[in-house]
C-alpha cells in the first residue's frame, strides 16, 4: 500500500508542477504549442481523415530534380508514368544515375531531330521536366559539380538502347532554346535497363502516339496553320481524374470575415510590425497594410500581394552580397516553403515552378509557380478587378539583388474527392482547338497537358497548350 502512496503523490506533484508552467505560459503571453500546431485540425485529422490535412511539404531541390513525365518505350509498347504513379520511383532511380553520368560525360557528338525521334520510338525512355533549365542550374539540383554539356537549357532527353552490338546505352539532350541536339554514350548495365522496359511499357503505341507518328508536327491547311512539337505525347482514349475541391484560409465566407491568425502570419513573414503598421479596407473588402517599406493587400480570395518601396527595401533572404543565382534560387525556394508552413500549417505544399529557369545570369529574376495535385495543374486564375487583367499563376515573386522586392500568391487548400471526373482525349483537344477563337495561326504548340480550371467555384478538367512563344491556352 505504500508503494502505491507514493506513486500517488508522484503523479499528484507531477500534476501540479505541469499545471503551474501552464499558467505562467498563459501570464507571459507564450504559446502552449509549437508554431504551426493546431490542436483542432490534429484532432479532426486522427477522427475523420480529411485529406487536406497533411504534413506540409518542401519545395526543395530534390522535388524540382523530379521530372514531369516519364514516357517507357519498348518497341510496340508505350505508358507514360507521373510523379504520383507506384512505379515511377523504380524507373526514376536509374533514370537519374544514367543521367547523371552523362551531364559529366566527355564524348558528346552532335545529333539530329530524325535520331531524336528515331529514339523515341525504339527501346527508351523519353524524360521532361516541368520547365527548363540552365544546365548548371540542373546540375546543381542534381548534385553534379561540374556540367560537361556546355552553357544549354535543358526540359527533355532521352535514354536509348541504342545499338544492339554496342555494350553502351545512348542519351540525347535538346537545348530547349535553339531545339540542337547532342547525344553521349553511358557505360550502363543493359540487360537491366531493357528488363525495366519490358516491366514498365504496358500500353499500344497507338493509344499513346507521338505527333510526328501522326503527322501533326507537319503544317495544314486544315488546322490553321498550327503544328504539335513531334515528341508531344497525345491520348487516344479519354482518362479520368480525381474531383477537386479547395478550401479559403485567409476568408471565412461563413462569417464575411479574415482569419486573423492567418492574416498576422503572412504580415510577420514579411516582417511587417502588426502593431505599428497602417491598415485601412479598400471597396472591394480588400484590406491594405503599409509600413516605412512596403505595403501588403489581402483579398478576400485569399489572394494577396507584397511590394516593397525600392529594391535595395524588399525582404533580405539569407544571402551574401554577392551570392550567386544558385544560392538566391535556393533562398527563395526555402522561403516560399517557410512562409507555406507558416500560414497554412499541417497543408501539403502543392507548389511547382512553372516558368523556366534559364536567366541565371540576371541580378533581377522572377520565378513563377503554380498549384499541382497529382501531377496536374490547377489553373485557379485571379483577375484584376481594375484593369481586368488575369494571372495564370498562383505565385509570382520577384527577387533583386537577394531581396524580395515583389510577391503574390493565391493562398488554397486543394483536396481530391472520392469520386472521378472524366477529361476529353488528346484529340478532341486538338479539334476544340483548332476550332477555337484564339490566334494560334504559324504556331508550334510545344505542350499539351491536363489542367483543372475554376468554373463558379466548381473545378472541371480540360487541357491547356502552351505555344513555342510561351503563350498558354487553355481549352474550353
Known sequence: MKIKERIKN???????????????????????????????????????????????????????????????????????????????????????????????????????????????????????????????????????????????????????????????????????????????SVRYDKKEFENLLTRYAGSTTGDLPYSFELNFDKINSDSQNVTISPDVVLSINRTKHSSLYSINPVFSRSNEDFDSETVDTILKKFSFNINTARKYTEPDGAIVYVENYGSIKIHPSGYFEYKAIAPDKGVSLPVDADADFNSIFTASLNFVTDFWTGVVPQSELNLSLTGDIVNKSLSDVEFTMNYYINGTLIRDDIQNALTGEISPYALTMNVSNGKITAYKQLIRIYYTGDTDIENISTIEALDKLFASKEDLKNTNVREIFPAYINEGGIYAITYAAKSDSGKTVLIR
Open 10 to 184: 508522484i503523479v499528484l506533484a507531477l500534476l501540479i508542477i505541469s499545471s503551474v508552467c501552464l499558467t505562467l505560459n498563459i501570464w507571459f503571453d507564450k504559446k502552449l504549442w509549437p508554431d504551426g500546431y493546431n490542436f483542432f485540425s490534429d484532432i479532426t485529422q486522427k477522427i475523420f481523415g480529411q485529406k487536406v490535412l497533411k504534413n506540409s511539404g518542401s519545395l526543395s531541390k530534390e522535388k524540382l530534380a523530379l521530372p514531369k513525365q516519364l514516357v517507357v518505350n519498348n518497341a510496340s509498347k508505350r505508358s507514360i508514368f507521373y510523379e504520383t504513379d507506384e512505379a515511377y520511383d523504380t524507373i526514376i532511380t536509374p533514370v537519374k544515375s544514367i543521367f547523371i553520368i552523362a551531364l559529366t560525360s566527355d564524348n558528346y557528338t552532335k545529333s539530329t531531330s530524325d535520331e531524336w525521334n528515331s529514339a523515341l520510338k525504339a527501346k527508351s525512355i523519353f524524360v521532361s521536366y516541368p520547365v527548363a533549365y540552365d544546365s548548371e542550374v540542373l546540375g546543381n539540383i542534381l548534385g553534379v559539380q561540374k556540367v560537361k554539356t556546355g552553357s544549354i537549357t535543358i526540359r527533355d532527353f532521352i535514354i536509348s538502347q541504342g545499338d544492339i552490338a554496342s555494350s553502351s546505352l545512348y542519351v540525347y539532350i535538346r537545348d530547349y532554346t535553339d531545339q540542337s541536339i547532342k547525344k553521349c
